[in-house]
């Protein structure tokens, strides 16, 4: 069986990348760049972070100049700032919509400008480096055209974390929506989750028959919960490898210091957050689903505002043995360019 080049993308990205559809694309076709160096085998599949395409909010053009405003030093002011240039859109578009929420208000009226830039630049970068491109996710409603265009016509007023995967023609193969919302981050949000029995397992290639390809994004592919006050919680992993996925993409996007104390540990859980992803993450679900070989994990690097995103992209796959081991990872984990990196694994399923 021919092998597969595996990529974790793990950019490092600052309110420049935002700012325009150009800065944005220019920043990803970097690494891409690095990761088509490496390649040698005919199909490929790059991966990109979680949340990467979240913050195209700032392309609106309500939101110039507002990244170098320094009245602006948090999240919460910048939506304020926003909120206020807004006012009117914001108001007509939770009246149609029936939103009750300004936050959920301003997703709706940012998602076609987000959904334009992010997916006509994976489009781009699946096309140009004919790979199959799981494209990170973003912040978006249903559209009542599919997603198969880059124009999105919002439907309803719930809001997804959503991750798009494209082909290498730049054609639309998947639309996965997260299903476990991470508690004190996304459900403040007033986020929707999506279904397990609705992700899609969809085959990678022709030329790979019998290599299913899925989307776990980051909090669902988890083996356990972070709180004991989540009985919703679904751990996705063993689902995926029972209806066909041999290989998972895990776009994450970790909020908390990936060196410091794991914020959400119960009492006495003395664990770093690294220690807690590698002992609760993928890598130990990995050990309830027999039928998955590899995950892909893409983990976003940010500094803007008081947001901080770090941590350490890696791809988990089996010994021999076949128990759960790290294949490959960044060196580093800290948000800033040094840290900017491409990891990469040439997978030969057949062992």
């Known amino acids: 069986m021919t092998a597969i080049d595996l990529f974790a993308l793990q950019p490092y990205m600052t309110a420049a990348d935002y700012r325009s559809e150009a800065a944005f694309l220019a920043k990803l076709d ?161 986020l929707s989750p999506g279904r397990a029995e609705a992700v899609p397992v969809l085959d990678l290639d022709p030329a790979l028959p019998g290599i299913g390809l899925a989307t776990a994004i980051c909090y669902d592919a988890f083996r356990v919960p972070h709180t004991d006050r989540e009985p919703r919680f679904h751990p996705l992993l063993p689902d995926l490898g029972r209806r066909g996925a041999s290989l998972v993409a895990q776009p994450s996007a970790n909020p908390w210091p990936w060196a410091g104390p794991w914020v959400l540990g119960r009492p006495g859980d003395s664990r770093t957050r690294s220690r807690q992803w590698d002992e609760e993450g993928a890598l130990a679900a990995l050990r309830d689903a027999p039928e998955v070989a590899v995950v892909v994990n893409a983990l976003l690097l940010l500094d803007l505002w008081d947001v901080h995103f770090d941590g350490r992209s890696a791809i988990f796959g089996r010994d021999a043995a ?28 057949e062992q």
């Open 322 to 349: 076949g128990q759960p081991v790290i294949l490959a990872a960044a060196a580093g984990y800290h948000a800033g360019p040094d840290a900017e990196t491409v990891v990469h694994y040439r997978w030969e399923p």
């Open 30 to 190: 970097r690494l891409f760049a690095r990761a088509a160096a490496l390649r040698r085998a005919p199909v490929a599949v790059a991966v990109l972070p979680e949340d990467v395409a979240s913050f195209l909010a700032l392309a609106l053009p309500a939101a110039g100049g507002l990244a170098g405003d320094p009245d602006v030093r948090t999240l919460d002011a910048a939506f304020a700032r926003l909120g206020r240039r807004m006012a009117g859109r914001l108001a007509a578009t939770a009246l149609a919509a029936r939103a009750l929420s300004l936050r959920r208000a301003f997703f709706l009226a940012a998602a076609p400008t987000v959904w334009t830039i992010w997916s006509r630049s994976v489009r781009t970068l699946a096309r140009r480096y004919a790979m199959t491109v799981v494209g990170g996710s973003a912040l978006l409603p249903d559209d009542a055209g599919g997603y198969r265009g880059d124009t999105l016509l919002p439907r309803g007023n719930r809001i997804y974390n959503l991750s798009l995967t494209v082909g290498p023609d730049g054609r639309t193969r998947a639309v996965t929506r997260k299903v476990n919302l991470v508690p004190t981050q996304e459900d403040r949000l007033g």
